[in-house]
């Protein structure tokens, strides 16, 4: 089975800085598709980033970047220019047919 | 505008009764799915279903049950043979193309009294 795992409960940052949050998977497919998802004090789920498992190339959404590193199996995402509207949970998923496993989230905290 | 509902959002209910959550989407879907997001623990998968009339226990599947009767339906029914009901509830959707994300609903807070 899957697992994905998000090693930091935990980050916070200060207002216009950059962030990464970690992010592990255990899978023995060969492609796959990668997910962050931010789930502010509102608690909807919202789409931050996707990264398809074939493609070298990092995805990048504005501010938001990913470090793919396929052979190692981690998939952290960068936060720059960080501001207040970021603090949120994060959450890292892979998908795998049509079922979704999540990490356990980081919480993000900004700093004014 | 295209999208998930979920109702009701707050919901109270007695210990051994079942209740109800409802999930609609007008995304025109094929799949659905119900997680539990408990503190610590992300979410975790109770149901989906991938088609019509179909649907698969997820990894908490127990004292929780469905049906899809529609494929812009997928309602909820909490048991009261599920120990620790309160938890707060969220509804998925997704195409079946592998590179499609997950769509959520506003999700359901349960508490049992």
């Known amino acids: 089975a899957q697992t994905v795992t998000q090693s930091q409960p935990e980050m916070s940052v200060q207002e216009a800085e950059t962030v990464t949050l970690s992010c592990t998977y255990d899978?023995?497919?060969?492609?796959?598709?990668l997910f962050w998802y931010k789930q502010p004090p509102s608690r909807q789920m919202i789409l931050v980033i996707r990264?398809?498992?074939?493609?070298?190339q990092n995805a990048t959404e504005n501010r938001f970047s990913v470090n793919f590193q396929k052979a190692a199996k981690s998939f952290s995402l960068k936060i720059s220019d960080s501001q207040l509207g970021d603090a949120a949970m994060y959450f890292c998923?892979?998908?795998?047919?049509?079922?979704?496993?999540f990490g356990t989230g980081t919480s993000l905290t900004v700093i004014p | 505008d295209g999208g998930i509902t979920q109702s009701p959002k707050y919901l109270f209910r007695k210990e051994g009764q079942n209740v109800t959550l409802s999930c609609e989407q007008n995304l025109n879907h094929d799949a659905m799915y119900w997680y539990r997001q408990d503190p610590g623990q992300g979410l975790r998968l109770i149901y989906y279903?991938?088609?019509?009339?179909?649907?698969q226990k997820g990894d908490i599947a127990e004292g929780y049950s469905v049906s899809r009767e529609k494929k812009e339906s997928f309602p909820l029914t909490v048991t009261s043979a599920q120990k620790n009901p309160t938890a707060f509830y969220l509804c998925?959707?997704?195409?079946?193309?592998?590179?499609?994300?997950?769509?959520f609903g506003p999700g359901t807070r349960l508490t049992v009294l």
């Open positions: 998923a892979y998908r795998s047919g049509n079922q979704f496993y």
């Open positions: 998925a959707s997704s195409r079946v193309t592998t590179y499609n994300e997950q769509f």
């Open positions: 279903s991938q088609i019509v009339n179909d649907f």
């Open positions: 990264q398809e498992a074939y493609k070298q």
């Open positions: 899978t023995s497919e060969s492609d796959y598709y």
